[in-house]
């Protein structure tokens, strides 16, 4: 197993405090491009990604998301969207369109904070006011916002000891747990 690869993957942690500087251009781009390397069903790619600088706008999701600390706060917000007729498995697309991107930010010193509750009251009351304030067509799901911004201060790697849960392992059936 490539150790650097695991290292990126431990450190990868939920920044919610954010330093005024800014990530660039050539950042956000690389994210976007490790997002699209993603796995999808069939390659259907059924994302769109709508990046937000404007900080009214990040303050009003802030608002309805009741999430100041870091989304005002972020030097940028990508809205995660989704064409769900693109394919039955969008959402699993979507997740891991996702994770590339938060691994990819781990991996230049840029925090993230992957915020999302779809299909709860007030993930569909944000969603309302992001597809009216971004323009977004009415087809297409607002999945997630992920939080970009170099982090206040370095958060520590998660360890193998607080995370692997060998009782958390099954072979076969359930109740094999032979590691």
Not at 66 to 90: F, N, Q
Not at 121 to 149: K, Q, T, Y
């Amino acid at each position: 197993m490539d150790e650097g690869i695991v290292d990126i993957i431990r450190k990868r942690r939920t920044v919610r405090k954010f330093t005024d500087q800014p990530v660039s251009e050539d950042q956000i781009k690389g994210l976007l491009e490790l997002a699209m390397y993603a796995p999808n069903r069939l390659n259907r790619q059924p994302w769109h990604f709508v990046v937000i600088r404007d900080k009214r706008t990040q303050k009003q999701f802030a608002d309805v998301l009741r999430i100041h600390s870091y989304l005002e706060t972020a030097a940028a917000v990508i809205a995660v969207c989704a064409t769900p007729e693109r394919s039955p498995t969008w959402a699993m697309d979507i997740s891991a369109a996702i994770e590339n991107m938060l691994i990819g930010a781990t991996s230049m010193g840029v925090g993230s904070a992957w915020v999302g509750s779809p299909d709860t009251v007030m993930w569909s009351m944000f969603e309302e006011a992001a597809h009216d304030a971004l323009a977004i067509p009415c087809n297409v799901r607002i999945v997630s916002l992920v939080a970009l911004g170099y982090p206040q201060e370095e958060p520590t790697p998660h360890t193998r000891e607080e995370r692997f849960d060998p009782l958390k392992v099954h072979y076969g059936r359930w109740e094999d747990r032979n590691l």
